[in-house]
């Protein structure tokens, strides 16, 4: 069974800094896809940035980035010029590739502080 | 547009009571998938529902249920209340189609049992 681990339970980062919040998951499987979403105090699960595993390049989106390491079955999140609206809960999720699975794992979350 | 709707956004039950919890997908999906999220843990799979049939399962007991309609909104049921059960309840709607299935989540309702 793949499972999802994050291991920083809060982080802390001064406004306009960058921050890295980490992701290891463990899997057998050879194509998968891995998400970060955010939840903010408001609970809605926002979508970040989302990696297909057969990629080899690395996703952005605006100030958002992931170092995708499949060997290592890491999947880290790289927040850049952080902002005060960036403060909320962080998910990993991972999903399976082929059809007759559907559900996402996701990891126990990081919890995003930014310091004005 | 319309994104994933929930009801309600609160409510208290006592243990052994039964609850049923709504969600209206995003205009243009026709997925819909339950999870549970305990206090300060990650969302858990319940289920989802496609073309009105539960399509996978989590391990979850019988006691959730749950039931997709033709307008593809759905309903999440649990019986026989338990303390455990008090969590966020997440609807999340995609497109059934092959790819990603890239979730578009609701804001949840937070049940308490007492």
């Known amino acids: 069974a793949q499972t999802v681990t994050q291991s920083q339970p809060e982080m802390s980062v001064q406004e306009a800094e960058t921050v890295t919040l980490s992701c290891t998951y463990d899997?057998?499987?050879?194509?998968?896809?891995l998400f970060w979403y955010k939840q903010p105090p408001s609970r809605q699960m926002i979508l970040v940035i989302r990696q297909e595993a057969y990629k080899q390049q690395n996703a952005t989106e605006n100030r958002f980035s992931v170092n995708f390491q499949k060997a290592a079955k890491s999947f880290s999140l790289k927040i850049s010029d952080s902002q005060l609206g960036d403060a909320a809960m962080y998910f990993c999720a991972y999903r399976s590739y082929g059809s007759g699975t559907y559900k996402y794992i996701f990891g126990t979350g990081t919890r995003l502080k930014v310091l004005a | 547009d319309a994104g994933v709707t929930q009801s309600p956004t609160h409510l208290i039950k006592t243990r052994g009571q039964q609850v049923t919890l709504r969600c209206s997908p995003k205009?243009?999906?026709?997925?819909v998938s339950w999870y549970q999220q305990a206090l300060g843990q990650g969302p858990q799979f319940i289920f989802q529902y496609y073309e009105e049939e539960e399509r996978q399962r989590g391990n979850f007991p019988d006691r959730f249920s749950g039931h997709q309609f033709p307008n593809y909104s759905s309903e999440l049921n649990v019986n026989a209340l338990l303390l455990g059960d008090s969590a966020l309840y997440l609807c999340a709607s995609s497109f059934g189609g092959a790819g990603a299935n890239v979730l578009t989540f609701g804001a949840g309702s937070r049940l308490t049992v007492l």
């Open positions: 205009s243009g999906h026709d997925t």
């Open positions: 899997t057998s499987e050879s194509d998968y896809y």
